[in-house]
């Protein structure tokens, strides 16, 4: 079985490289330093994408509607010095990291994802929304918080997908769990 498969999606050479040194030995490593070469280099066999939200030709958040566009199975992180606001909320990615990203957060990221993709939608889609709410519980006031439509329904939603996970949760080990949610902290 071959290595999966990363896409990182870095326009400033020096970190693009870091992230891949840090990355090369586990996984199968691409980088691409434009969204016009992230677009052109994502395809069905990229099992994680690395993605940052500011390119030189165009935004991440391009990259990422073209991945989910084409249909494209792939686990995104956006890995990003732009401050998570409620923007990304309707966001298609799995996971936010604000950089800096040190070596060990950025590898714990990719296992986190690559657990997540061996689980179906309904618990890819909890597991995504878990961590923007855990994003922006971190950044942004409980006032905000509670004043943003966007927010109320992102909580509304993850009480319902509760709901129709626990049945789910009964057959997963406590290893699997742990894994596939640790990043997410407290809600």
Do not use: W
């Not at 400033?12 to 992230?38: H, M, N, Q, S």
């Not at 732009?82 to 990291?97: K, T």
């Not at 060990?104 to 990221?109: D, G, Q, R, V």
């Not at 992102?154 to 990043?183: N, P, Q």
Request: charged letters at 35%; one cysteine or more.
């Amino acid at each position: 079985m071959s290595d999966p498969s990363v896409l990182v999606v870095e326009d400033e050479p020096d970190i693009a490289a870091l992230y891949a040194g840090f990355l090369e030995e586990r996984y199968a490593v691409d980088v691409a330093e434009t969204a016009a070469e992230a677009i052109d280099r994502v395809d069905a066999a990229v099992d994680v994408v690395l993605l940052d939200r500011r390119l030189p030709d165009g935004s991440g958040d391009d990259v990422l509607g073209h991945i989910r566009e084409e249909g494209y199975d792939c686990r995104v992180a956006m890995v990003t010095a732009v401050e998570p606001d409620f923007d990304i909320i309707d966001m298609g990615f799995d996971l936010y990291l604000t950089k800096p990203v040190s070596r060990s957060k950025l590898l714990a990221a990719i296992d986190t994802l690559l657990t997540r993709s061996e689980y179906d939608d309904l618990v890819q889609e909890a597991a995504a929304l878990a961590s923007k709410r855990a994003v922006l519980s971190s950044q942004k006031p409980a006032a905000q918080r509670e004043g943003n439509e966007a927010y109320a329904d992102l909580v509304d939603r993850l009480k319902d997908l509760d709901a129709d996970i626990d049945d789910l949760g009964e057959s997963l080990s406590t290893d699997d769990y742990r894994a596939m949610f640790r990043d997410l902290g407290e809600a």
